[in-house]
């Protein structure tokens, strides 16, 4: 992902693409960016979907599936963002104090 003056540019199964967004909001852009190109290569792997409008549907669909399921299991999204919020306090926290972490 590249930075210019005018946006981001962000690159979609090789192709690239300028988007305008605000300056703090680049790095936020860029990653759905990157997760947005994940999934389109994973639906284009399959086989099953042929031409990038359509796995761009389908990609839209998959993250909007996932979206609603975690809004339903979770809550509205401002929960998850306040959970995650806790979740790296946690971890500040036991970086800082060199606590071993167990997984």
Request: aromatic letters at 4%; a neutral charge; proline letters at 3%.
């Given at each position: 992902?590249?930075?210019?003056?005018?946006?981001?540019?962000?690159?979609?199964?090789?192709?690239?693409?300028?988007?305008?967004?605000?300056?703090?909001?680049?790095?936020?852009?860029?990653q759905?960016?990157m997760h947005?190109?994940?999934?389109?290569?994973?639906?284009?792997?399959?086989?099953?979907?042929?031409?990038?409008?359509?796995?761009?549907?389908?990609?839209?669909?998959?993250?909007?599936?996932?979206?609603?399921?975690?809004?339903?299991?979770?809550?509205?999204?401002?929960?998850?963002?306040?959970?995650?919020?806790?979740?790296?306090?946690?971890?500040?926290?036991?970086?800082?104090?060199?606590?071993?972490?167990?997984?």
């Amino acid at each position: 992902m590249k930075k210019s003056p005018d946006g981001v540019k962000v690159s979609i199964l090789g192709r690239e693409f300028a988007v305008a967004c605000p300056d703090d909001q680049r790095d936020a852009l860029s990653q759905a960016a990157m997760h947005l190109d994940r999934k389109m290569r994973e639906i284009q792997k399959t086989g099953k979907v042929i031409g990038m409008e359509k796995c761009a549907i389908m990609a839209a669909l998959n993250i909007t599936h996932e979206l609603l399921s975690y809004q339903a299991k979770y809550g509205e999204t401002e929960k998850i963002g306040v959970a995650l919020s806790g979740i790296l306090k946690k971890l500040d926290f036991a970086m800082q104090e060199e606590a071993p972490i167990s997984i």
